[in-house]
């Protein structure tokens, strides 16, 4: 309770009591206005949910709680992954830092790769397609609806790009130092349905979820009748977990209803995923499916970017009503090419299931092409 009620109170307490002033003013009371803006503690999200695990794996008894203090605390403030995740289970990481540590030159040079990675990732693609998709979510500014339409595109790569990223230069440091993280993005734009995109983003906070909310749900709520309400919550609360605002309560409903929708339509094959097309007709089925996701995925992601629900609801409006104009060229140009280097980072790892882009078993001057080019690529556009 500690945990999740230093979480509220410094996260939501200024959402809730915004909320209690409106109410009130609606009722003819008038309340003093408290102060709801003030510094939000760094990664407060993230270490409340890692600390949490580790108190329930502890209660559980699924984990033995280190005899050191020192232990627990680096496990509760491991730098890497404090800030943005990936969010770490007990039994993968505590073992990891109470054992001596060794670097190897393969775990070194991996790690080092994973890094150059989420810096292209972070700063080549997100950094760089951030300005324009400011433009394009400016309510003060003129759009097209094409325009619009294209920021949408946008604000899925740089999002992607700022995560992702993030979470390999994360992964890429703590290897340099010989701990192992989870992998936290596989692919996700390549999903063919909306339960493998959500199997393959944040793939950390959606495990931890199924795993400590989802799960006891339904245990408590039992039978095949209650899953899409199980799901619903789970995807409510991740919802709520990522912002406080009701755009983020919107956005957990309205992946909670995806969710639903494609688990009654899918049956017990939801979580099952065909393997990569062979024939013609497999890849139109899953460039169909991948098509589907995607789209589906870019309109949740309007509530993500807009300050409330008026500015989503104008700028999915504006797409349909606003036609096209010239000055839509750039953000078109910008969703092409940046939209084909994160097909050519992210195509080889699906295609071949792994987490970089060129082998482990290639020869050396194909890994010093690759990642020779993508410092490039960091140079030239990390500007």
Known sequence: MINVGMLGYFKYRGFFMENVEALAAQMGWHLTAMERHFILPAGISFYTFQGLSYLIDVDGGSQKPPDRLWDFALFHAYFPQLVAGPIERTPNLLPQLMRQRTLTPERFWSGLQLVIIGYVKKVAI????????????????????????????????????????????????????????????????????????????????????????????????????????????????????????????????????????????AGPKAGKHPHRPHTLRAWAVQLAGMFLTFHAVCLTLVFVKTRNLTEAWNHVAGIFTKGFSTADTIPAVYFAFYGLVVVLLDFPCWWNDRERPVADDAPSWQRGLVFGCLLLLLTYLGR
Request: with cysteine.
């Open 126 to 265: 997100a950094d760089a397609i951030a300005p324009i998709t400011a433009d394009a979510f400016n309510p003060g500014l003129t759009h097209s609806g094409v325009g619009l339409l294209l920021g949408i595109y946008l604000f899925a790569l740089q999002i992607y790009g700022d995560f992702s990223g993030y979470s390999d230069i994360a992964r890429g440091c703590s290897r340099l130092m010989g701990v192992e993280l989870m992998i936290n993005f596989r692919q996700p734009y390549f999903s063919r349905n909306i339960t493998e995109f959500w199997e393959r983003w944040h793939i950390s906070l959606s495990s931890w979820l199924r795993d400590y909310l989802f799960v006891p749900l339904c245990r408590i709520f039992r039978g095949k009748k209650w899953i899409p309400f199980n799901l619903f919550v789970t995807m409510l609360v991740s919802g709520i977990w990522h912002g406080a605002s009701w755009n983020f309560v919107f956005w957990g409903m309205v992946l909670g209803i995806l969710l639903v929708i494609h688990k009654l339509w």
